[in-house]
DNA sequence: GTGGTCTAGACCACA
DNA sequence: GTGGTCTAGACCACA
């Protein structure tokens, strides 16, 4: 599984991780039963501290998204599938909501905001999505 | 001029003040020269402590949008306007892309993306004083 | 409001924190809306490291028991008193009913047991309540 | 010899082998100069990783409860019954004190632990292979 | 190797 | 003053 931190943002690191494997769970990506990377293996991989890291995981834990198998590490619940599918939209409109009221506040309007928008998932698109000639594939599941 | 704190939503409340002192001197609320609001006034009517409200006015000096004029308080600088507008965009586009870029990551699809915008964007629209000379565009999919 | 941690034990260090706080809810000791002892006060009376004494604090968060007031402190919420009664006997219960178990399976009889229970009871009495001429005031409420 | 491993519980489960083994020799199921179950056998028996038995079987010879006999295993010391007689009523009465210790501090009443112990004991006693002349005495309140 | 707990100490936002 | 986050590093139990 890929993860992608951003130190600033506002969202403190240990969120960016518990919403990024709530993610993987959601699209499939990570299975139940799956274990997710070490703690070590991934404070290596991603450059933070191990502690940020056992941070995220223990919150997955209260989440009931993974549980620790003694000594070899945190599997994926059966049940995270279903429920993180359900959240990620909600984590996603979440943040959506707060920066769309700010700008509305701020004077621009709606019609404008969705113009950067679009602009912004054009330009975000290429970076996330392996590129295709199909505009409709990126869309279908 | 008038503010909206939302205490949740990621960003400190010393920085959304800041951010919308900006945005109302970019949209003309606040002109060269206006005072704001003194501390002890918007902490009372913000229901904010007063530290936290230095605080995002240190920050504005610091920003070159307002000046000190002594023992009458702090006015908008004369540049202010043009540096404000300029950063307008530029500060919600920051926001926005950070959450885009979270929920494309997350594997929402980009016209499902949109589809939260206009859903957000128009349930918002009622709670937000938008003035408009075409009343239907704002809520118009 | 008192804590009492012994580092030995088998309980977790934060984990005696939680469920004394829990206990203190359940008594009454600690009401809605008052405030926790701060991490930093408690860490010195407790000569326990801050992290552990917010590493309880977040758990009793997690509980629903405490909510965070921002630069206040961590109070009370107004339905922990219900839970914390509700869930008390539980928490005693399980680590009495580990112990007991073992006892039996070590070849102890139920009556040495209850023996040794009743003796642990009155030399601890001392220590906890308040010495009472009358036997019957412990156990009324 | 029958062992009984409890993950949960707070007893590290090496631990929990060390004192079975120990209850086991008071009571005289595993004597002097008998053998303890191999490593293998055991941790097959168990389901649990040999390395923990074999950190249990280590504690054990620093205990002097048990000695290597080159290619042959572990045997039980001479002085082993005497030394575990001895201890098995100090192990048992450690943890109970300190469960009772937390409860009298949470405020449970000395007559509601006992009570609670009692209910416990006869819950627990159908469980364990009590051997009794009179088979009513255990479950009799 | 795995996670869990604890210590030590820094910096930030808020009151 | 308050809690929240993060880094750094130790030690433990278990596989």
Redesign the interface.
């Known amino acids: 599984m890929f993860f992608?931190i951003?130190p600033q943002?506002?969202?403190a690191i240990y969120d960016q991780i518990v919403?990024?494997v709530k993610?993987a769970i959601?699209?499939g990506t990570l299975g139940p039963g799956q274990l997710l990377p070490s703690v070590r293996m991934l404070s290596q991989q991603l450059a933070i501290n191990p502690n940020t890291i056992a941070r995220a995981y223990l919150q997955l834990q209260?989440d009931e998204v993974v549980e620790s198998l003694?000594?070899r590490g945190l599997a994926v619940c059966a049940g995270a599938p279903q429920q993180c599918r359900a959240v990620?939209?909600t984590?996603?409109?979440q943040?959506?909501?707060?920066?769309?009221?700010?700008?509305?506040?701020?004077?621009?309007?709606?019609?404008e905001?969705?113009e950067?928008?679009?602009t912004?998932?054009?330009s975000?698109?290429g970076?996330?999505?392996t590129i295709s000639s199909n505009p409709g594939e990126?869309?279908s599941s």
């Open positions: 992608s951003d943002g506002g969202v919403r990024q993610f959601a699209e209260a003694r000594g990620r939209r984590l996603i409109t943040r959506l909501r707060s920066v769309l009221a700010e700008a509305l506040h701020g004077g621009l309007k709606a019609a905001i969705r950067i928008v679009r912004e998932l054009e975000l698109s970076t996330v999505n990126a869309a």
